[in-house]
């Protein structure tokens, strides 16, 4: 059974700092093209950044300088630090591995809340 536990989000200040970790059991990370995707109030879930086999990032305009995805394969496990944070920032934050032919799961979601 697959599951993607996300951890690390909690409530932080303007300006401030978290890392999100998702640890995955049930399938190898490496083989799987890892995304963190957010859904903030009211709006739809969009993709955050994404890190595939290859260890190629991307990451959405409004994020790229402040946000950092990595990936530690001997942990099993997808990292996305974040800094500078801002209040449009705030939202669920979810993990996802998928894979080219369709195969994707998704963590729980952790609440990020960036207060000014």
């Known amino acids: 059974q697959v599951q993607l536990v996300e951890s690390g989000g909690g409530l932080v200040q303007t300006g401030g700092s978290l890392r999100l970790s998702c640890a995955a059991s049930?399938?190898?990370?490496?083989?799987?093209?890892a995304s963190w995707y957010r859904q903030g109030p009211g709006k739809q879930r969009e993709l955050v950044a994404g890190?595939?086999?290859?260890?190629?990032?991307y990451y959405r305009d409004s994020v790229k300088g402040r946000f950092t995805i990595s990936r530690d394969n001997d942990k099993n496990t997808v990292y996305l630090q974040m800094s500078s944070l801002k209040s449009e920032d705030t939202a669920v934050y979810y993990c996802?591995?998928?894979?080219?032919?369709?195969?994707?799961?998704w963590g729980q979601g952790t609440q990020v809340t960036v207060s000014s």
């Open positions: 996802h591995a998928g894979t080219l032919s369709s195969e994707a799961y």
């Open positions: 890190i595939s086999y290859d260890d190629t990032t």
């Open positions: 049930g399938l190898i990370f490496s083989s799987y093209y």
